[in-house]
Nanobody, 123 residues
Framework: QVQLVESGGGLVQAGGSLRLSCIAS????????MGWFRQAPGKKRAFVAGIYWSSGTTYYADSVKGRFAISRDNAKNTVHLQMNSLKPEDTAVYYC????????????????WGQGTQVTVSS
């Protein structure tokens, strides 16, 4: 089992920034990569960004490229999502997730999920 706890959500004005964090505990050695997803009201959960623990290779959804940056701190089993130039359409609950296989772009690739943290961007 891998436990994930997110933090850092909140209310911000459009154009502002937020930094989300996710701390992983438990059987973290089984984790190949981490991902961030988000779910807006009335919509399905969608991929945002991902990163491999070992190489640090990152990948992003087109909607956040150039604005969001994912990073990891292997020593602290922590992943961050730096979100800049936020837009009202970025409003959602953001979830941290862990996977041991798969491509990383789909929910089905991930084995463990955090409880989510709310991000609200006002216009």
């Amino acid at each position: 089992q891998v436990q994930l706890v997110e933090s850092g959500g909140g209310l911000v004005q459009a154009g502002g920034s937020l930094r989300l964090s996710c701390i992983a505990s438990g059987r973290t050695l089984s984790s190949l990569a981490m991902g961030w997803f988000r779910q807006a009201p009335g919509k399905k959960r969608a991929f945002v960004a991902g990163i491999y623990w070992s190489s640090g290779t990152t990948y992003y959804a087109d909607s956040v490229k150039g604005r969001f940056a994912i990073s990891r701190d292997n020593a602290k089993n922590t992943v961050h999502l730096q979100m800049n130039s936020l837009k009202p359409e970025d409003t959602a609950v953001y979830y941290c997730s862990s996977r041991s296989s798969g491509s990383g772009y789909f929910e089905r690739d991930y084995d463990y999920w955090g409880q989510g943290t709310q991000v609200t961007v006002s216009s």
